[in-house]
């Protein structure tokens, strides 16, 4: 009997879904007064996404009422982030728009902010990536749209013109292999260099690396929600239309000198 029912399409199916501990004890918050959100301090712009929710919420006439996730992991897995949303949070916030990358039982909002993935080098003599000789190392964030784009550009050149390229576990284990001398340049997700570059003044003059021949890789960052709630991602998306229009995420991005432009 089970195995023939039917379930709404737009639904994921139970054995999709991940399973957090305790999660048939936690119920629907009853307060309807507030906008529950989350941000996450290993994200590098986890100021700007509290600052873009907060503005969210007041768009919508709601209380903001934020939550810290806690962890000391690198990364977090699926399961974990399902965790937050159901205890924690009507939205997480900071989360890329990868085509066709979010499982089923989530849904995001419209993007807040757009941002790109860069080549980053301490060579001011370095224009473009077509500029580098071949064997040049480049440290570049492993399973990002942008290394992607870099192994399929590097796949086309002749044997003798190729550029090596060292897959990194994480941003800042790219920017470390440039600022080492490990490799040339590093490919590196731009909020990530950011948020180092304001973190320690002190580290040495980056200059950026025109990606041509190579088109730039461009992503939008949103709000990740519970695929249920339907509703409150139409309104939150209304309220970013909104808060896009009107200035005011512009200004908070100019705010921070963040390096994203807002989403269209």
Not at 12 to 23: H, I, K, L, N
Not at 180 to 185: E, H, I, L, Q, S
Request: aromatic share 8%; charged share 20%; glycine share 6%.
């Amino acid at each position: 009997m089970l195995a023939t029912s039917t379930a709404p399409a737009q639904q994921p199916e139970f054995y999709d879904v991940p399973f957090a501990p305790g999660q048939w004890n936690i119920g629907q918050p009853l307060d309807a007064s507030h906008l529950r959100y989350c941000i996450d301090e290993r994200d590098p712009d986890w100021e700007i996404a509290g600052d873009i929710a907060d503005a969210i919420a007041a768009g919508l006439l709601l209380e903001p009422q934020r939550y810290v996730v806690q962890s000391d992991m690198v990364r977090e897995d699926i399961t974990k982030i399902y965790q937050t949303l159901l205890e924690h949070c009507d939205v997480q916030m900071g989360f890329k728009l990868i085509p066709d990358g979010l499982p089923e039982w989530v849904i995001a909002t419209r993007p807040y902010y757009e941002a790109e993935y860069v080549f980053a080098t301490t060579d001011p003599s370095i224009e473009t990536l077509g500029d580098l000789a071949p064997a040049t190392p480049i440290a570049a964030t492993m399973g990002t749209s942008a290394h992607l784009q870099l192994f399929t550009y590097v796949q086309t050149l002749a044997p003798e013109e190729r550029l090596r390229v060292f897959p990194m576990g994480t941003n800042e284990l790219s920017l470390d292999s440039l600022l080492n001398g490990t490799a040339d340049v590093a490919l590196v997700w731009g909020p990530s260099l950011w948020a180092a570059e304001r973190e320690n003044p002190d580290l040495p003059q980056l200059h950026l690396v025109d990606p041509s021949p190579m088109r730039p890789t461009t992503l939008g960052v949103a709000g990740l929600l519970l695929s249920q709630n339907t509703y409150l991602r139409t309104a939150i998306d209304q309220a970013i239309a909104a808060l896009t229009a009107d200035g005011t995420i512009g200004a908070i991005l100019e705010n921070y000198d963040f390096a994203a432009t807002p989403a269209r």
